[in-house]
């Protein structure tokens, strides 16, 4: 017993749960609002301009079509060529980020321990709409499934996760 707290005592320590807050929440989220409120507030006011932008023109945004070429069966160790046709409406290219997620499926056909790539834009295909694509690796055995997600991206903060703003198919 007292080797199991000599051992588990320092994980589970509040200095440790301080140390860890302070690291991964509190020193980021004050360089950020540093960030944001330096020059008189202009990354700031530019991001409330870019929000009101970005989610009037959102709900034009959707996934038209998504793509896997895959051979069958997919060998471990393979990669396999995605695409995605997204109408973005008014928002550019840039300001938005589309992705795809995968990963093993398990019994009811869910995705379990996911990973994202980017997709890269490949072509403007006129009228809203644009196409991207990328390479997703197979390094397990076992069923796979694939989802496309697009979000709004800020040139300066990168990928905003607002509820109701993220797009999958």
């Keep these: 017993m007292k080797a199991s707290m000599q051992s588990l005592c320092p994980v589970f320590s509040t200095d440790r749960m301080v140390q860890e807050y302070a690291g991964h929440s509190y ?55 995605v695409s995605a046709r997204v109408a973005l409406g008014d928002i550019p290219v840039d300001e938005a980020a589309v992705e795809g997620y995968f990963g093993v499926l ?22 809203g709409s644009h196409f991207f694509s990328g390479r997703i690796e197979c390094r397990f055995c076992g069923r796979h499934g694939f989802m496309m997600r697009v979000m709004p991206r800020h040139k300066v903060l990168g990928n905003i996760y607002e509820p109701g703003y993220l797009i999958w198919g």
């Design 106 to 127: 398990d019994s009811t056909g869910n995705i379990q321990g996911g990973e994202t790539i980017p997709l890269a834009h490949a072509a403007d295909l006129g009228n």
């Design 27 to 81: 020193l980021p989220s004050y360089a950020q609002w540093r960030t944001l409120v330096k020059d008189e507030l202009a990354l700031a006011l530019d991001l409330t301009r870019w929000k009101e932008r970005i989610f009037k023109a959102w709900p034009q945004v959707r996934i038209e079509q998504a793509e896997a070429e895959a051979p069958d069966p997919v060998a471990v160790g393979s990669s396999i060529q």
